[in-house]
């Protein structure tokens, strides 16, 4: 079935390092991919999307691209800062499912800490 | 708009009482989502509805466990009788072309 596997937390980087998070998926259609975060005490908020092969979403200095070769979708930005510390979702719709039209498949989520 | 609303934000409950906790989704989205958040588990669908209707339930952990949405405006997660393993914070997501809005979640303590 549908899925997305992530790297496990935690990650802790220093203010202004590279950051990258693993993100690779399972899926029978042609997915559509998202990032979300979730900082603390608040809901998820999608961070980026990409809806076919190629694409780059981007949001907040954060970068993904939809890689169809290699099922990946992995998060980068250049230059963390503290306010960056959050959990971070890697999820995929399949929309051409009938049975599951609309709904996401969450990786488990990775915690990222950015230290001053 | 004021985006998904939840209520209440936080409940402490003693065993066996019955918990219900409230959704707003946001104006014109078909499908809201109820999601369960812990530590051990992570981020767990539990139920969601496309246009009121309920499509997939297989997340309920258990039969105590219960969900409604009467008509657009409002859902309703009912836990009853509620143990402490239900303690967790319940999110309710609501969403339209697959992008999913999520509340601010009710952190539920079972005593």
């Known amino acids: 079935g549908d899925s997305v596997t992530q790297m496990e937390g935690p990650v802790t980087l220093s203010e202004e390092a590279f950051l990258t998070i693993n993100c690779t998926y399972t899926?029978?259609?042609?997915?559509?991919l998202f990032w979300y975060v979730q900082y603390p005490g608040e809901g998820l908020q999608l961070l980026l999307k990409a809806t076919k092969a190629d694409d780059k979403g981007s949001n907040k200095g954060f970068e993904a691209t939809y890689r169809k070769e290699t099922t990946s979708f992995h998060l980068e930005k250049g230059s963390v800062q503290v306010s960056d510390s959050a959990v971070y979702f890697c999820?995929?719709?399949?929309?051409?499912?009938?049975?599951?039209?609309?709904?996401?498949?969450f990786g488990r989520g990775t915690q990222l800490t950015v230290w001053p | 708009d004021a985006g998904v609303i939840q209520s209440p934000r936080h409940e402490v409950t003693e065993m066996g009482q019955e918990v219900t906790l409230r959704c707003k989704p946001i104006?014109?989205?078909?499908?809201l989502f109820w999601y369960r958040q812990t530590m051990m588990r992570g981020l767990e669908l539990l139920i969601y509805f496309n246009n009121n209707v309920p499509i997939d339930d297989s997340g309920m952990p258990e039969d105590r466990f219960s969900a409604k949405m009467p008509n657009a405006s409002f859902s309703t997660l009912k836990i009853q009788p509620s143990e402490p393993r239900d303690s967790a914070v319940y999110f309710c997501?609501?969403?339209?072309?697959?992008?999913?809005?999520f509340g601010p979640g009710t952190r539920l303590t079972v005593t």
């Open positions: 104006s014109g989205h078909d499908y």
């Open positions: 999820a995929l719709s399949d929309q051409n499912r009938g049975s599951t039209l609309g709904r996401l498949y």
């Open positions: 899926a029978t259609g042609y997915p559509s």
């Open positions: 997501a609501s969403s339209i072309n697959y992008e999913q809005y």
